[in-house]
């Protein structure tokens, strides 16, 4: 079993209609969980789970790259909670999900961006302001 298994090419299909479970891949393959295990590490140098823990977060960044909310992506692909799901996607990715968000720009959400903008250039009117009442100031004496 273990030769069509190796050339099967639809690993991450199994792995989809497994719902990230590698017990329930082991049986979908109709082999043992220890023998999945074996087949991985010779294969592919890793374990079932730690292999299915990174397709999950490759595909949720690729659901959250075309619009998906962490929340969704988290429940669409399985994941017991968002708070997992996020601490999860920084352990594979270094960077929390919603940087990979369609408006983000290098890890910063555009929202934020501006509205950074809008402060600094308030602060930067108001200290002008104030500069200017002060040399006038300065003048008139």
Same mark, same amino acid.
């Given at each position: 079993?273990?030769?069509?298994?190796?050339?099967?090419?639809?690993?991450?299909?199994?792995?989809?209609?497994?719902? +990230?479970n590698?017990?329930?891949?082991?049986?979908? $393959?109709? %082999?043992?969980? =220890?023998?999945?295990?074996? %087949?991985?590490?010779?294969?592919?140098?890793?374990t079932?789970? =730690?292999?299915?823990?990174?397709?999950? $977060?490759?595909?949720?960044?690729?659901? %959250?790259?075309?619009?998906?909310?962490?929340?969704?992506?988290?429940?669409?692909? &399985?994941?017991?909670?968002?708070?997992?799901?996020?601490r999860?996607?920084?352990?594979? +990715?270094?960077?929390?999900?919603q940087?990979?968000?369609?408006?983000? %720009?290098?890890?910063?959400?555009?929202?934020?961006?501006?509205?950074?903008?809008?402060?600094?250039? =308030?602060?930067l &009117?108001?200290k002008?302001?104030?500069?200017?009442?002060?040399?006038?100031r300065?003048?008139?004496?």
């Amino acid at each position: 079993m273990s030769n069509g298994l190796l050339r099967m090419q639809g690993w991450e299909q199994v792995a989809k209609e497994a719902d +990230f479970n590698p017990s329930k891949m082991a049986s979908l $393959c109709s %082999i043992s969980e =220890r023998q999945l295990q074996r %087949i991985f590490k010779r294969h592919l140098n890793c374990t079932p789970s =730690r292999w299915l823990r990174e397709l999950q $977060c490759r595909l949720a960044r690729d659901l %959250i790259q075309s619009g998906y909310t962490s929340k969704a992506a988290a429940a669409e692909l &399985k994941f017991a909670s968002e708070a997992h799901f996020c601490r999860e996607f920084k352990k594979v +990715f270094g960077n929390p999900p919603q940087s990979f968000a369609p408006n983000s %720009i290098n890890g910063l959400h555009a929202v934020d961006l501006e509205k950074d903008l809008r402060v600094a250039a =308030r602060a930067l &009117k108001a200290k002008s302001g104030t500069a200017n009442a002060k040399s006038k100031r300065s003048w008139s004496l």
